[in-house]
């Protein structure tokens, strides 16, 4: 903690700040070497798919700027081929699925995507990406915590168990490839909505 | 969260926290030069006991609560929903607990973010929509966030001593000064003038947690993005409140400070509540929405 936060700690303003802190997009391009490792070194097939997740905030100006997200990847699809959509689950949240083969493709339309509610000041609803793989255990995935700056993995198994040690064998792995969250209390699982699918399923 | 800083609430934050400060210094000089290190001692013990407290606040106060830490299994709604707040917030999940009461409402505690613990009674989940029990728990986790726990204690710290001075100080002082002949004229002062700061660091400190609460109220419509929600949450609560009769929740009065709405005790002035009055709050958040949707 830095001076600086101990001042805001101190004068009550650190969450008001904190919660409303811009995010950085550029940290996702990260994650486009990390596709060739998880392929390559560690048997991980990409589900071609990956996942912004915010939260609304009820004024007609957030409304113009998801618009303008929509706007934005519907002008990029013909470039790109890039597919998506935006869908909310039942915590309330919101949630622009993007579809593509091409992983350089999903990580520029996701960038794309996260850059347009920076621009119009909602950097700070963005709450997380997520980046789907899959071995022949079942789904892992990665998370960017927007909040954080720092990716983390997440793989869930059924019962909403996490398989703590695949989770471990991806942090070692990409380590040094990825920023990786390093305080495992911030390791925030994205569970399966009451339909027992994730928004990207 | 794109309003407004609010510098007049930190600014007043600020000078209350001088004024305190700038007290316990003067009482400070003045106990030491009316008395020595005696009765100072004695008091540091007392005070001692209130730090104490504080290091063991996280079990101590859910336990005197009645409260019960609960999993995600027993409320995966409760869980799931303080999981993305802390995300939304940048902490670490905190405890969950939950108390098994009709009175809706809320608390926060834990030294600092590791530790901490958030309490609802199954009251307030029962009157709330999910939306005003997010702007609730949002509240809670601001607290946390703010260190509302830690800065409290330790500007109650000094006053905890300046109380025990007046209320032990003649008993103890009053025996050792005889042993050393005269100086009984100093226990007297020092009686006076822990009294005296104890009734103004009262009057400070209160002023200062009805601060922490709007700072915390702002914290949550950050968090959420979303300031009507809390607000009707705490129309809600407040009108709940006022049905509810005064039973024995009102010995946990010292618990106040972290109540999202303090439990009512009579007729006590506005200078010695702990919290703002709901009115104001909900005006505060108001003005939020109002600028958001400016936007």
Redesign the interface.
Known sequence: MGLLDGLRAILGSRAEVDAGRDADSDDLFGMSTAYLTMQADLGYESLDVGALCFSGVDSSDFRDAVDEVEAILEAGREETGTEFSVTSDDHGYHWVVLTDDDPEDLITSMHFAADTFIEHGYGSRLLAAVFAYENRDGPAYWIYSFRRGRFYPFVPRDGRERDSSAEFTLESALDGELEIEREKEYWYPLWPSEGGTHPWE | ??WQ??WG??FR??VT?FLLFALYIVFAGVITAYVGGGLLLFGLFFGGFSLVQYYFSDTLTLRSMGAKTVS?DEYPQLH??I??L?????L??PKVAVVDSKVPNAFATGRNQ?NAAVCVTTGLMNTLE??EL?GVLAHE???V????M??MTIASFLSTIAFMMVRWGAFFGGGHSRGRGGGGGGIVVAILVSLVVWIISYLLIRALSR??EY??D?????????P?ALASALLKISGEMDKVPKDDMREEAEMNAFFIIPIRSGVIGRLFSTHPPTERRVEQLRDLERE??A?
């Open positions: 969260m794109n800083a609010d609430l930190r934050m600020f926290m995600a799931a929903s999981e993305r802390s995300q939304q917030a940048d670490p999940k590791r999910q939306d997010d986790l601001a607290h966030k703010n260190r509302d830690m800065v601060y922490r700072a915390a702002r914290g949550a419509a950050a968090i959420t993005g979303n009507s958001m949707q936007f």
